[in-house]
């Protein structure tokens, strides 16, 4: 598995962690580059289960099934926030890719993971678009009920008055809701900093590198009797 990780500039926080990420933008250019070397990845994966004539990339037999990439981007608003007007041709193209990886990407093996302090529609209408097309949410306790509303208002009412009475004596603890509709309080099993990065530096070797994912063309470059050979295995 393939983990992409987008994150606010500086790149400080997910440094540590490189060794078991295949990439790491610390800036909204970098991201874009990212992100569209991801759209690429899709449209090939979308190729490959047409031809296969598979809804999904785990229908594809074991030979030809290509790695799930996960996309953690931390601090939603660092791609979103506009100092000036000559930034929101670059914005509006992000907030593009991002809806249609959200839309598509999980039946093609790429898993969305976003984060933020606050995720609302100050941000911009693609902000909300976004969000509709995340089923499923974990809020955190929150200071005031507009941030618990942004995470979890438009699924249950009911969700909003427990994520409200978290008590700041429990860390970890949140309300989860899943794409079934309903939800459920749980606490985070706290892992040490020093635990995180000892396991990426241990598992390293496990980690592909992105050039490898994002070679266009990768599985369905193959011989075109070979891909056929691998299909009907």
């Not at 790149?11 to 610390?26: D, I, M």
């Not at 996309?71 to 809806?99: G, P």
């Not at 606490?187 to 980690?207: D, G």
Request: hydrophobic share 45%; glycine share 8%.
């Amino acid at each position: 598995m393939s983990t992409l990780r987008g994150e606010g500039p500086g790149g400080v926080e997910f440094a540590p962690y490189a060794p078991r990420l295949s990439a790491l933008a610390t800036t909204r250019a970098e991201s874009v580059g990212l992100l569209d070397d991801l759209m690429a990845v899709m449209v090939d994966r979308m190729g490959l289960c047409r031809t296969a004539g598979a809804r999904n990339i785990w229908q594809l037999p074991p030979g030809v099934r290509p790695l799930p990439v996960v996309v953690l981007v931390d601090e939603l608003a660092e791609l979103y926030l506009m100092a000036d007007k000559s930034e929101k041709d670059e914005i509006a193209h992000i907030s593009t890719v991002l809806l249609r990886i959200a839309q598509l990407g999980r039946a093609f093996g790429i898993y969305l993971f976003l984060s933020g302090q606050r995720i609302g529609s100050d941000l911009g209408p693609g902000v909300t678009a976004l969000r509709a097309q995340c089923s499923g949410r974990i809020c955190h306790r929150v200071n005031d009920p507009e941030t618990a509303t942004m995470t979890l208002g438009d699924l249950d009412p009911a969700a909003l008055v427990s994520a409200r009475a978290i008590p700041a004596e429990t860390p970890g603890v949140a309300i989860v809701a899943h794409q079934d509709g309903q939800w459920y309080r749980a606490r985070s099993f706290h892992v040490s900093e020093q635990t995180a990065e000892h396991t990426a530096r241990h598992w390293s070797q496990l980690t592909p590198t992105w050039a490898e994912i994002a070679q266009p063309g990768r599985v369905t470059g193959l011989d075109e009797a070979v891909l056929s050979e691998l299909l009907s295995a």
